[in-house]
């Protein structure tokens, strides 16, 4: 069992930068693929980023490529998003999640545990 919790959200000015963390507790989190999601108001939840077990495969959604950077510490039991660059249509509720598996995975349906989620809102 893996238990997840976000935190790093907050209010920003476009343009700036926040660092997003998901703490994990259980013992095989080494094994598991992890990634982020968001959803905003009205809207479906949407691939962000996501990596394989050792951190060494990532993969991004095209609208935040070259933006946002995922990461893993898998010693510290901990995995980061960080956003740099916001924009607006970024504000969203942003999730982690683990999933069975060592590669990265795009669909929430291949993911087994998540987090509550923590806000994001960018202000223009």
């Known amino acids: 069992q893996v238990q997840l919790v976000e935190s790093g959200g907050g209010l920003v000015q476009a343009g700036g930068s926040l660092r997003l963390s998901c703490a994990a507790s259980g013992r095989t989190f080494s094994s598991y693929a992890m990634g982020w999601f968001r959803q905003a108001p009205g809207k479906e939840r949407e691939f962000v980023a996501a990596?394989?077990?050792?951190?060494?495969?990532?993969n991004y959604a095209y609208s935040v490529k070259g933006r946002f950077t995922i990461s893993r510490d898998n010693a510290k039991n901990t995995m980061y998003l960080q956003m740099n660059s916001l924009k607006p249509e970024d504000t969203a509720v942003y999730y982690c999640?683990?999933?069975?598996?060592?590669?990265?995975?795009?669909?929430?349906?291949?993911?087994?545990?998540w987090g509550q989620g923590t806000q994001v809102t960018v202000s223009s």
């Open positions: 999640a683990a999933a069975k598996g060592n590669s990265w995975y795009t669909s929430m349906w291949e993911y087994d545990y």
């Open positions: 990596l394989n077990w050792s951190g060494g495969s990532t």
